[in-house]
């Protein structure tokens, strides 16, 4: 099988490419971590131990490696003259939401939303696809979805359910939402990188679209054994997402599930018994990661129609609502903070 140009960016030796510390060099080829998938594809301490480098050495080595292998940097000076240098952004609908965020969620880079099932991570993505597609005065690119499906069958009467709900609140949006989203399912591993390799760019050059939705990027590869092709895969996957963002200007949005582990974790900072899956591997990809949970609280609200956000109340016919926890995990832009919101038959709700 021919070797895709995307792939051998990340098994081929880059070593002597890196503009380092020639002692990193050195150390890297005696220790045979030659390639973007071995290097990027351990831990900082696993580095640290096979080259014998300190913290520091490590460090500049998997920054260097990273910018080589991911879309060139621009900076603040070239952003200053082309006049890009806020990206746009896709509102949630949500006003505590946007300002928690910066704006909503920006179409650079690969933002990830993990968390538990049932926590909310597709209804957060759904709404994303209708607000994708508001004018951008209100908040919207004024554009479509492709959204990619690899668990399930897409959950088109809960998408129907909150066009009734979004439609009467945004007037100014498209006469059809759903003619705007471009569903595709992917059954595995292998349909899905070439999906976004060949099928995806395609789609991207003969309509406009402005958000990609992967739902998940989990599943096709935790029923794959893991192993190293899977890695390169895994790895090829991410810089083709990426080399989009970059190309197209648009917002890429992956989903990823969580695995328990046993005790304290703290990877990027994150403490609890549940991390995302797809490891380093994936994470190293990542711009932005976002963990939804469900918290303890509950809400009471009154179901009325047309209200713009979840308000406790006191009188008549009320439901009581579980309160998630949206957490900025990391975010180069971003400290990490969490901020709360309600799923409703409206779809994604602020809490007053």
Known sequence: MMESKGSHKWTKNILDELDINPKIVVCAKKAGCVSASTILGASHN?????????????????????????????????????????????????????????????????????????????????????????????????????????????????LQQMVKYFKAKHSQGPASYTDGIFVHHIPDMDSLVDCVRYQLPCLLSQRSIGLVVLDSVASPFRAEESNMENKNLLYTLGYQLHQLAATYHIAIVAINQVTSVIGNNNLYGHSGNVVPTLGLTWANLVTTRLMIGRTDSHVQAEQTEGSGQVKKSSSKTIVEYNVRELEVIFCPWLGKKSCPFVVTSKGIEDVE
């Open 46 to 158: 696993e580095l640290e131990e096979k080259l014998g480098l300190s913290s520091f050495h490590i460090k500049n080595f998997i920054d260097a490696v990273t910018s080589h292998v991911l879309p060139k940097k621009t900076s603040a000076w070239d952003l200053s003259q082309t006049g890009e240098g806020d990206p746009k952004h896709i509102t949630l609908g949500c006003q505590n939401l946007d300002n928690f965020l910066g704006g909503g969620v920006p179409a650079r880079g690969i933002t990830e939303m993990t968390g538990q099932s049932g926590s909310g991570k597709t209804q957060i993505a759904l709404q994303l696809s209708l607000c994708a597609q508001l004018p951008p005065a209100a908040g919207g690119l004024g554009k479509g979805v492709a959204y990619i499906c690899t668990e399930s069958q897409f959950p088109t009467a809960r």
